[in-house]
């Protein structure tokens, strides 16, 4: 390879490694004004919130369906990685849990949305799903068994379900301003904590 071919290369790898940072910056401020405004939300705001001209949107995203469809497997990707870096974060597994909550519920306001773009039963909707169940149920379950492990929580609650609770939770909170789902969800997970019996006999025991 000659040397104007390298130069080439590596002036190639760092206009790709900017052109990701750029669109992530687009998909987090789409995902911060979905997740306040909904996905209707006029797209100078989402510009606004990145820091760009509206043409910059429409130049990577020419229709809202293809915005809101990336935001989407960005936020999937967003919450699968968040979980364990949580758990290395501490303090505790437990807490871990309850912030990952927090961002699943901010996750689903714009799953839910994305239902007024796709019909529910087209393809590319039953292939967005699947792909979030892939992804983020392991985590879930990561979370739980180590919040499990540490006595934080029972021992008998299932990613799955618990990740469907949370999500008929949200279902409708958009359009009521009045109703917290982040709040409800929070109610939830702090009753799979064990009876307070059942925490000082684990503690005698260890």
């Known amino acids: 390879m000659s040397g104007r071919d390298k130069g080439g290369e590596q002036a190639a790898r760092p206009k790709r490694a900017d052109a990701r940072r750029n669109q992530k910056t687009l998909l987090d401020a789409a995902a911060t004004v979905f997740v306040t405004s909904g996905v209707e939300a006029p797209v100078r705001d989402i510009a606004a919130e990145a820091g760009v001209g509206t043409a910059t949107i429409y130049r990577h995203f020419p229709t809202r369906a293809d915005l809101i469809v990336a935001v989407y497997r960005h936020q999937v990707e967003a919450c699968a990685e968040a979980g364990p870096a949580l758990l290395a974060a501490g303090p505790t597994p437990y807490a871990a849990l309850r912030q990952w909550i927090d961002l699943f519920v901010d996750f689903l306001a714009t799953k839910h949305g994305l239902a007024a773009v796709l019909q529910p039963d087209s393809p590319g909707f039953e292939s967005l799903h699947a792909s979030f169940l892939d992804r983020l149920v392991p985590v879930c379950a990561q979370l739980l068994d180590a919040a499990a492990g540490s006595g934080e929580i029972r ?50 025991d260890g």
């Not at 009045?178 to 939830?188: I, S």
């Open 155 to 204: 021992s008998d609650v299932v990613a799955y379900e618990l990740m469907r609770g949370v999500g008929n939770l949200c279902i409708g909170a958009e359009d009521d301003p009045r109703y917290n789902p982040r709040r409800l969800a929070g109610v939830l997970v702090a009753g799979l904590r064990p009876p307070v019996g059942a925490q000082e006999a684990r503690g005698a």
